[in-house]
Each structure stands twice: as structure tokens, then as C-alpha cells.
């Protein structure tokens, strides 16, 4: 299984950023899909999160200005970043948990970050 991330780059302040995350390989279902950042020093934080039933969560920091959604047809996760702020500035990592078959266990896969810079 593969995750393949893009989308990341260089906003001004106040400007817009479209994060996708697409899942491949064997792959039987996909559960909870997410994002996540990490800035250097700190721990991995989650950013926002959507089940398979379509419920969201989202760290308070972003609520209001950012918005996960998927596509289950693309095994693919977005995130809508709108209002960026130079403390938005991280390596963004996707987040997929799935299982490869139907007897497998629920395993959650990373993808290879991307980098968000918000800066004038």
C-alpha cells in the first residue's frame, strides 16, 4: 500500500492550499482517513480527521478555516485550507487507516509529508 501526497507549497497569508492524499495497492476498505502536521521539535499533531461515515473532526485551531473531505471511489483524502496563517507553516502528513483484506486488521498507513509554507 502506498500513499501518495501532494498538493503542499508556498500561500501568502490569507490564501488557499488544496491537499490530496491518494491510497494504492491491495487494498479491501479504508476506515478513518486524516491529516496531520509536525513542525521540527514538536510531536505530530492531528489536523482534522473523517470516518467512513462521513463524521469529521478537526483540531481547534483550523475549525472554521480548513475542511477534510474523501472521495471513496479514488481512495483519496482532501484537505481544504482556506484563511492560511503563517503558524499553518508544517510538513503535513496524511493518514489512512485500511485494511488489505477482508480477514486483515485495521493497519493505519502514512504518507511521505508535504511541506505548507505560509509566508509573505
Known amino acids: 500500500v502506498q500513499l501518495q501526497a501532494s498538493g503542499g507549497g508556498l500561500v501568502q497569508p490569507g490564501g488557499s492550499l488544496r491537499l490530496s492524499c491518494a491510497a494504492s495497492g491491495s487494498i479491501f476498505s479504508i476506515n478513518a482517513m486524516g491529516w496531520y502536521r509536525q513542525a521540527p521539535g514538536k510531536q505530530r499533531e492531528l489536523v482534522a480527521a473523517i470516518t467512513s461515515g462521513d463524521s469529521t473532526n478537526y483540531a481547534d485551531s483550523v475549525k472554521g478555516r480548513f475542511t477534510i473531505s474523501r472521495d471513496n471511489a479514488k481512495n483519496t483524502v482532501y484537505l481544504q485550507m482556506n484563511s492560511l496563517k503563517p503558524e499553518d507553516t508544517d510538513v503535513y502528513y496524511c493518514?489512512?487507516?485500511?485494511?488489505?483484506?477482508?480477514?486483515?486488521?485495521?493497519?493505519?498507513?502514512w504518507g511521505q509529508g508535504t511541506l505548507v509554507t505560509v509566508s509573505s
Open positions: 493518514n489512512v487507516v485500511l485494511k488489505r483484506y477482508r480477514s486483515s486488521g485495521w493497519i493505519p498507513y
